[in-house]
């Protein structure tokens, strides 16, 4: 088994593109990148900390590589905005990818050189050494199939999906 860490904007909004994946055994929201232990959602999203919004993706490479998973982030976000994610706004919105290795880091920076060259746009995704997760709280965990209604709402608001 193997983790890849994704912060991708709204952690709810790129759950479910993972989850249902033959392969992956669990998805995971939380916070990566800041220095603060154990932060809370609330402290994350008032840009205070220096986390990003991450989930964390326990995976079986056998059945699914972490080539596959990059472009189902990728699929799943816009790599030219470096402000946030659709209406979320602001550091903890940022897209990154938090590496465990050099052959991780590699895979990514060649498809986002491969994403530059064909779009000819500046991709704003951060490769930054994989250090601590801190899990979010309970209600953030799943919240696609949870309130099923809200999450719609919220992917239409956002702009990351169209009604």
């Not at 326990?58 to 946030?84: A, H, Q």
């Not at 060259?117 to 050494?129: A, D, F, N, Q, R």
Request: charged share 30%; aromatic share 16%; with cysteine.
């Amino acid at each position: 088994m193997k983790t890849a860490y994704f912060a991708g904007g709204c952690f709810w909004c790129i759950t479910p593109a993972f989850k249902e994946l033959a392969g992956v055994f669990d998805v995971t929201s939380g916070y990566c990148g800041g220095k603060e232990a154990n932060p809370t959602y609330k402290e994350v999203k008032s840009q205070k900390t220096g986390h990003r919004e991450t989930i964390k993706i326990d995976y079986d490479p056998e059945k699914v590589s972490f080539n596959e998973l990059f472009e189902i982030f990728l699929d799943g976000v816009d790599p030219f905005d470096g402000e946030g994610q659709f209406i979320d706004r602001g550091y903890s919105y940022t897209l990154a990818v938090y590496y465990n290795d050099f052959s991780e880091k590699e895979i990514a920076e060649k498809m986002i050189g491969e994403l530059e060259e064909k779009s000819g746009k500046k991709v704003w995704i951060s490769l930054e050494p994989f250090s601590a997760f801190y899990t979010a709280e309970e209600e953030h965990q799943d919240y696609y199939i949870k309130h099923p209604e809200e999450f719609e709402k919220e992917l239409i608001e956002s702009g990351r999906k169209h009604g």
